[in-house]
């Protein structure tokens, strides 16, 4: 959104949940900067300072709220093309690429010098690159110490410091806050082996139809749901485990229940986890805009919340997608089980239904294809399943949702036996593109009772740029939930 000072202030007054992530709220009085629904008395106008980002209310010396708590306010989706890049950067620095790597290596990833990039986010968001990840571990470090009872080591490895010292240093420089008094006011809630931390999102959040969605889908022994929970395998680039997520009763989060063993790649998680349940959204803003089709209205009032789901590893679902083709959804939830156990490593989890880790692209890869069709494959799906995992065992393909959407798709359908149905499932999901739309999909076809995927294309126009979530209301009106 772009920023007034009197705007934001009128919805600070409102404490209007729609714009929260969207700017934050200096108290130039006390020093403390907040979110625009803390439940603190507003401040005089003339006493307030307003902020896109946590980072740049950090860099003018402004502390976070221990109320409100800035560290669980979420994130918001991307459609603007012309801060395309600096968007992505700052997701890319939020799943922790300074932590482990150089400022060089990113911008050049990005085809930048670090100078050039150093300027583009200053630009767009006041702060450098390494205000902007300092400012995500001093508060990921934050959320952990109130809500964990990890050994300060692990908080800040987990965090992303290289030290102890480095850690305390800036805490205490940047929070005027010590450490462990804070911890003393927090609730310690780690159990044996695991921790516990939040993510927040804005409401509605259809929770159950997310739920049903992911675990209809997924592979029996890799990810399950329990009652409410969902449970499911993890494995990350340094580490590996499992996760359990269950929304909060009183408040808009996620409590997350997190394998120890997966403290090292904490930040990564962090952000994968808002990409699978679509935490970033506005669906509020979303279902504003979809609500102006007719056609659509009744849906959006039958699932308020609905999100588009994401993914936790871009392989898995685009073998999920290319398994999917042509056949049930039970069929290819079959047929991805059968993958999992041929491919996955053995899982030790608290949960019995959770025995697998999910295939990796290296592993599939190495396969021959007489393996791939025993496993219920035809020839020319083994085919493509085995082109699809040796050019992102390669390296010639990325599902990362940074990558460049129009090239990646254009990558994928490349492949032969992947058409524009299956790159659209994989952009909406994997690269969490909003506006990517299966217009050759039976059931939207169905929903929007049209004969072609032309004429479903033709009506999506409106949509714009939310069509992957008026994909998601269809599909949802045509389930037996819906």
Not at 18 to 31: M, P
Not at 40 to 58: D, G, L, M, S, W
């Amino acid at each position: 959104m772009e920023l007034n000072d009197a705007r934001c202030y009128q919805i600070a007054k409102a404490r209007d949940a729609r714009y929260d992530g969207q700017f934050f709220i200096a108290v130039k009085t006390t020093g403390i900067y907040c979110r625009p629904v803390c439940t603190a008395i507003t401040p005089k106008e003339q006493n307030c300072r307003f902020f896109q980002v946590a980072a740049a209310a950090e860099r003018e010396g402004f502390r976070p709220c221990l109320r409100c708590r800035p560290e669980l306010a979420p994130g918001y989706s991307t459609v603007d093309i012309t801060r395309r890049v600096a968007r992505q950067v700052a997701a890319c620095i939020e799943a922790g690429a300074l932590d482990h790597g150089s400022l060089e290596t990113v911008a050049r990833d990005f085809g930048y010098s670090s100078r050039q990039l150093r300027r583009v986010m200053e630009r767009e968001y006041g702060v450098t690159p390494v205000e902007l990840a300092q400012t995500r571990r001093l508060l990921l470090a934050k959320q952990l110490l109130t809500d964990s009872a990890l050994p300060m080591q692990k908080v800040a490895q987990a965090s992303g410091f290289a030290s102890v010292r480095r850690f305390n240093h800036l805490f205490r420089s940047r929070y005027g806050l010590n450490p462990t008094a804070l911890r003393r006011k927090g609730v310690m809630r780690l159990g044996k082996g695991q921790l516990s931390v939040k993510i927040g999102y804005r409401a509605p959040l259809a929770w159950k139809q997310l739920l049903d969605f992911l675990a209809g889908r997924g592979a029996a022994g890799v990810e399950c749901a329990d009652g409410a929970a969902y449970w499911r395998t993890v494995r990350l680039e340094n580490c590996k485990g499992w996760i359990c997520a269950k929304p909060d009763a009183r408040r808009p989060v996620l409590n997350i229940e997190v394998a120890e063993s997966l403290l090292p790649g904490l930040t990564p998680l962090m952000a994968k986890l808002r990409a699978l349940f679509d935490l970033n959204a506005n669906p509020v803003m979303i279902e504003s805009a979809l609500a102006t089709d007719a056609r659509l209205r009744p849906l959006l009032r039958r699932a308020p919340g609905l999100r588009v789901p994401g993914a936790m590893d871009g392989f898995e679902l685009a073998l999920r997608a290319v398994l999917g083709q042509q056949i049930t959804v039970k069929a290819a939830t079959t047929l991805f089980t059968r993958f999992a156990a041929a491919f996955g490593e053995p899982a030790q989890t608290p949960h019995p239904a959770l025995r697998f880790y999910s295939p990796q692209a290296d592993a599939v890869a190495e396969a021959s294809l007489q393996k791939l069709i025993g496993l219920g494959l035809t020839q020319k799906r083994a085919q493509t399943v085995h082109t699809l995992a040796s050019w992102m065992a390669e390296g010639k393909l990325s599902l990362e949702p940074t990558v460049e959407l129009d090239a990646t798709v254009g990558i994928l359908k490349a492949i032969s036996g992947i058409g524009d149905w299956t790159a659209q499932y994989i952009a909406m999901r994997a690269l969490r593109s909003t506006d990517a739309f299966p217009a050759s999909d039976l059931a939207v076809m169905k929903a929007l009772e049209v004969a072609t995927p032309r004429q479903a294309g033709i009506l999506s126009e409106s949509w714009r740029p939310w069509r992957a979530y008026a994909a998601i209301h269809l599909w949802n009106s045509l389930s037996k939930g819906g």
